[in-house]
């Protein structure tokens, strides 16, 4: 008797939990609910100034988004209007040889498809950098022996005095940016350091070999723009601890609903060549 009422328990608890289970597609290919993506830059080098425009697409999409295409792009300072051109699917570029000034206030315009977007951003100032060295990786040398040896770069720069200077490096190997993503990139605030001279910070993010070109680019980026970053890690790479919050929206500077980040910045270069 015993078995038969575990076996009439078992039975009913197995009725129940699959009785209970009903599929709820999804929709997450949400078209009618696309928003615009932004990226772009506006710097004090005389070079062509641009803007990358995207749409959001579908979660399980195995593809590259969709280009926002057709946009009226331009960005001003209050006294100048700098017009883009679609120089190819979604990017927008000025002429060759815009560039912005130091402490101005730069602000995008964008109209697509019968809507208007703003983001506003103020070019910060730089420093140059003074020098550079490069080291090599001993401990990719005792591990890997019999390979080339590998280097990476120290970089000496006055901090100027002041806090509130926040910057980002890309380091670029025979003319080719091997921080392409943002997870390569540096990007660091002057909290720590404002008024010091670094004395060889190590760039250890980007290796190169004898014979290479690098090229060290610092830029220095309103404190928006460093946020927008580590919003952006916090939500990916750095994402998968025990102590991880809920996930969250990440802030963007555009409005009317877009998502993305425009952002004017200070740029300055340093270049060595590896030899012996």
């Known amino acids: 008797m015993n078995h038969i009422k575990i076996l009439s328990f078992i039975l009913l608890a197995y009725t ?24 772009g830059w506006f710097t ?15 979660y399980f999409a195995n593809e590259e988004a969709p280009r926002a295409t057709g946009a009226k792009v331009s960005v001003t300072d209050g006294t100048q209007t700098f017009n ?3 120089t190819s699917a979604g990017i927008y570029q000025t002429e060759s040889n815009v560039k912005g000034e130091i402490g101005k206030t730069y602000t995008l ?37 019999e390979e080339t040896d590998i280097y990476y770069l120290l ?14 490096w890309e380091t670029f190997v025979n003319g080719v940016n091997k921080t392409d993503t943002l997870d390569n990139v540096w990007f660091e605030s002057d909290e720590f350091v404002d008024g ?19 090229r ?22 750095w994402r998968g601890g025990p102590f991880d919050g809920p996930p969250a929206n990440i802030p963007s500077n555009v409005s ?5 980040h425009f952002s004017a910045a200070s740029v300055v270069d340093k270049e060595i060549v590896v030899k012996p």
């Open 16 to 39: 129940l939990t699959t009785s209970c289970t009903e599929e709820i597609p999804l929709d997450l290919n949400n078209q009618e609910f696309q928003r615009l993506v932004v990226e």
């Open 44 to 58: 004090n080098r005389a070079e062509a100034q641009t803007v990358e425009l995207t749409l959001t697409s579908n």
């Open 84 to 86: 883009f051109t679609e």
């Open 109 to 145: 315009q964008i109209e697509y498809k019968g809507e208007n977007y703003e983001a506003s951003s103020t070019m910060k100032r730089i420093v140059e950098i003074d020098s550079l060295q490069y080291v090599m990786d001993e401990e990719y040398a005792e591990d890997e022996p």
């Open 155 to 168: 970089m000496y720069v006055q901090e100027p005095p002041g806090k509130g200077d926040f910057y980002m």
């Open 196 to 214: 010091n001279y670094i004395n060889g910070l190590e760039m250890d993010n980007v290796y190169f070999a004898m014979g290479d070109t690098v």
């Open 216 to 237: 060290l680019q610092m830029r220095g980026i309103p404190e928006e723009t460093l946020d927008f970053f580590v919003a952006v890690m916090l939500e990916t790479v």
């Open 256 to 260: 009317n609903g877009a998502v993305g």
